[in-house]
């Protein structure tokens, strides 16, 4: 069975930086694409970044860009998310998620596996 599980997210002031880890498990890891989204209240799940099976390739949606960092390491089975400069509406509950697919992706049904999620406040 598959498992990834967030970690690292918390409270942080404007400005700031936090970075998410989400280790997975039951997969061959380096074999799938790894994707974060988030969801603010009352709001739907976004995607925010991707990053292919090597690590080679990233997508970000234009929110993110030049702030947000995604990677990840295969030999650790863990993708990351390095979050700069971080702002009040970066407010939300941070997932990550596995696909199957060739590249990086901002489609939700690419996913097939998906955390419990980690909350990120950002105060102002």
């Known amino acids: 069975q598959v498992q990834l599980a967030e970690s690292g997210g918390g409270l942080a002031q404007a400005g700031g930086s936090l970075r998410l880890s989400c280790e997975a498990s039951?997969?061959?890891?380096?074999?799938?694409?790894m994707g974060w989204f988030r969801q603010a209240a009352g709001k739907e799940r976004d995607f925010v970044a991707a990053?292919?099976?090597?690590?080679?390739?990233?997508q970000y949606v234009d929110s993110v860009k030049g702030r947000f960092t995604i990677s990840r390491d295969n030999a650790k089975n863990t993708a990351y998310l390095q979050m700069d400069r971080l702002k009040p509406e970066d407010t939300a509950v941070y997932y990550c998620?596995?696909?199957?697919?060739?590249?990086?992706?901002?489609?939700?049904?690419?996913?097939?596996?998906w955390g419990q999620g980690t909350q990120v406040t950002v105060s102002s």
């Open positions: 998620a596995t696909s199957a697919v060739s590249l990086p992706t901002d489609r939700f049904n690419d996913y097939d596996y």
């Open positions: 990053v292919s099976r090597s690590g080679l390739y990233t």
């Open positions: 039951g997969r061959t890891f380096s074999n799938h694409v």
